[in-house]
C-alpha cells in the first residue's frame, strides 16, 4: 500500500464521520486545552514571583541566627549561644568584596502623627537598606550614616503611611510617633507596591538600634549584605563565615545567597507548575477513552471493508497502520484545536485579569501536543490489532 492511499484511505474515513470525528477530537481538544490554561498560570506565576525577589538584586547574602539543620529550618536565637548584632554587621562590612550591609529588625507597632492612629509595619534598618534593595525615595532623604549604636531618632515613612497620616501635606520635618516615642520625618518613598503579600509602601523605618528598644530586643532578625557583581558569591561567602565563626567561636549562624533562595524557589514553582500540567492531562486519558471506544466501534463497522482489503492483497500490518493513522489523525486534530483554544483563553485571561499572570512556555505546548498524539496512538493499538487479525473470508461474510 502506497503511502498516498493510506492518506486517502485515513482522510476518507474521518470526511464520512465527520460528527464522530469531531466529538472524538473534542475530548482530546479538551484535555490540552487544559493543560496549555494550567502550565500557561503555572508558569506565569513561576515567572512572577521569580521577578518580585530579583527586583531587589541579585548581589544579595543573608545571614540569619542559627545553623540550619539537615532535617529542619533555622532554629533562630532560641538555640544560638550568640545572636546577630549591630556589632556583627558592621563587622561583616569589612569582608572581602562586601559593599554595605544592613541589620535588620521588623515588628507592628502603633504609628500616630496629626491625631491620626493605625498600626503599621516597622523596619529596623540601616543607612544602606534603600541603595542595597533599590528602593528610591520621593521627599527627603533615606535614614543618614549615624552611629548605628546610637542614631537620631529618625523615620522614613512608606508612600502610603505618608498619606494615611499627613493626607497630601509635607511630612518632612514633621514628628511622629512610633510605638509612643518621638520620631522626626527625614524622607518620604516612593511607591513599590505589594511583594510577595506584603505592602512595602505601608511602612515605617527607623535605625536598627532605635527598632532594638522599641521592640526590647538584644537580637537583631537578619543581616543583609550586599558585594560586588561579578565576582565569586563562594569567596564571599567563605569570608563572612570566617568573621563570623572569628566572632562568635562557632558557626551557629546559616548564609543564604540570593542564587540559592531562587533556585529553591524555582524548583518549588516547576513541581507546583508539573503538578497542574499533570492535573490537565487527566482530562487526556479520558479523550482517549474516546478515541479507543470510537475506534472500537469503527471496527466493528468496518469489517467488510477491511475483509475487501485483505482480499485485494493488503498486509495485516498496512491494516494496522491504516487505523493506527486514524487514531493519530484524530488525536493530532483534537490537540491543535485544543492548543488554540487554551492559548486563546489564556491570552483572554491575560487581558481580562491583568493581576493574573500568564505566561506561555514551548516546552510545554510541545509536550501536551506530543502527549495527545501518543494518547491517541495508544487508544488506537487495540482496536488496530483486532482490525488486523480478521480473517479475509469471515470478513467479506460480514453483512
Known amino acids: ?27 482530546i481538544g479538551i484535555g490540552v486545552t487544559a493543560v496549555v490554561l494550567l502550565t500557561s498560570i503555572g508558569e506565569g506565576v513561576h515567572r512572577f514571583v521569580v521577578s518580585e525577589f530579583t527586583q531587589f538584586g541579585t548581589n544579595i547574602i543573608s545571614v540569619t541566627p542559627g545553623k540550619t539543620q539537615t532535617m529542619g529550618g533555622s532554629i533562630g536565637s532560641l538555640g544560638n549561644v550568640r545572636p546577630l548584632t549591630v556589632d556583627d554587621a558592621e563587622a561583616l562590612g569589612r569582608a572581602p568584596y562586601v559593599i554595605s550591609t544592613n541589620a535588620m529588625v521588623q515588628g507592628n507597632a502603633e504609628v500616630e502623627a496629626l491625631g491620626r492612629k493605625r498600626r503599621t509595619t516597622v523596619y529596623g ?14 521627599h527627603g532623604e533615606f535614614l543618614p550614616a549615624d552611629d548605628p549604636r546610637a542614631p537620631r531618632s529618625l523615620a522614613v515613612l512608606g508612600s502610603k503611611m505618608n498619606h494615611e497620616l499627613f493626607r497630601g501635606e509635607s511630612a518632612l520635618g514633621k514628628t511622629i510617633r512610633v510605638g509612643g516615642q518621638r520620631y522626626r520625618v527625614a524622607g518620604v518613598m516612593k511607591p513599590k507596591g ?13 535605625p536598627t538600634a532605635k527598632s532594638l528598644e522599641l521592640f526590647d530586643r538584644d537580637s537583631v532578625f537578619e543581616i543583609q549584605l550586599r558585594h560586588e557583581s561579578g565576582v565569586s558569591v563562594q569567596e564571599v561567602v567563605t569570608g563572612v563565615r570566617k568573621i563570623l565563626i572569628a566572632r562568635h567561636g562557632d558557626e551557629d ?8 533562595m531562587l533556585d529553591t524557589l524555582g524548583s518549588v514553582l516547576s513541581v507546583l507548575t508539573f503538578a ?17 471506544t470510537i475506534m472500537t ?19 495485516k500490518n498496512q491494516v494496522l497502520r491504516v487505523f493506527l493513522s486514524e487514531a493519530v489523525v484524530l488525536s493530532a486534530l483534537g490537540g491543535i484545536a485544543g492548543l488554540l483554544a487554551g492559548l486563546g483563553i489564556a491570552a483572554a485571561l ?14 510545554f505546548i510541545i509536550a501536551a501536543e506530543s502527549l495527545a498524539v501518543a494518547v491517541g496512538l495508544i487508544a488506537g493499538i487495540l482496536p488496530a490489532i483486532r482490525a488486523a487479525g480478521l480473517e479475509p473470508v469471515e470478513a467479506l461474510r460480514t453483512d
Open 125 to 138: 534598618v540601616g543607612s544602606t537598606f534603600a541603595e542595597a534593595f533599590r528602593f528610591e525615595v520621593a
Open 276 to 292: 497542574v500540567g499533570a492535573l490537565g492531562s487527566i482530562s487526556l486519558l479520558v479523550g482517549g477513552v474516546g478515541i479507543f
Open 297 to 315: 466501534i469503527g471496527v466493528s463497522e468496518r469489517t467488510a471493508e477491511i475483509g475487501l482489503l485483505r482480499a485485494l492483497g493488503a498486509q
Open 350 to 363: 491575560d487581558i481580562a485579569v491583568p493581576a493574573l499572570p500568564v505566561s506561555y512556555s514551548p516546552a
Open 253 to 260: 549562624f546559616t548564609i543564604t545567597t540570593q542564587q540559592q
Open 1 to 27: 500500500m502506497r503511502f498516498a492511499d493510506l492518506v486517502r484511505l485515513t482522510t476518507g474515513s474521518v470526511r464520512a464521520h465527520r460528527l464522530r470525528a469531531a466529538l472524538t477530537a473534542l475530548g
Open 194 to 206: 505589594t511583594t510577595l503579600g506584603f505592602d512595602l509602601d505601608d511602612t515605617v523605618y527607623i
